[in-house]
């Protein structure tokens, strides 16, 4: 019994401590995710995946997304891997951070050169 109230007074400590977090955070948030890319990676950030695991995942690169889950973990938003996880963890969903994912644009993919086909005309 003694045991429940503990975790119960835990998780309302827990649940107090990510409102008012979440508050002090959503502005710098919205300004580090401000790509479609960036808020596909976030939202993995399980704790277990690997960054390998989220580039075949999201189809970002890891040395580009190696400086985004550093900048979440500065800001606050994730926490990095550890004894208890061994990828990043998002601390919030992009809800709670007022991130809208369909209003962010996506990155413009890089054109892949066409190789030109050239015809000889017949009959000069």
Known sequence: ???????TLLSDMRA???AMV????????????DSYEKATVYDK???????????QSTKVPQSTMSPWL???????IAAPPGETHRGYRAL???SE???????LKKKAAKPT???MIVTASQGH
């Open 22 to 33: 979440v508050n002090i955070v959503k502005a710098a948030a919205s300004q580090v995710i």
């Open 45 to 55: 950030l399980d704790g277990n995946s690997t960054q390998i695991s989220l580039e």
């Open 70 to 76: 550093t900048k979440f973990t500065e800001i606050g």
């Open 92 to 94: 919030f969903t992009l």
């Open 113 to 115: 050169s066409q190789p």
């Open 1 to 7: 019994m003694e045991g429940d109230k503990v975790e």
């Open 97 to 103: 951070l007022g991130i809208n994912v369909s209003s």
């Open 16 to 18: 107090y401590m990510r």
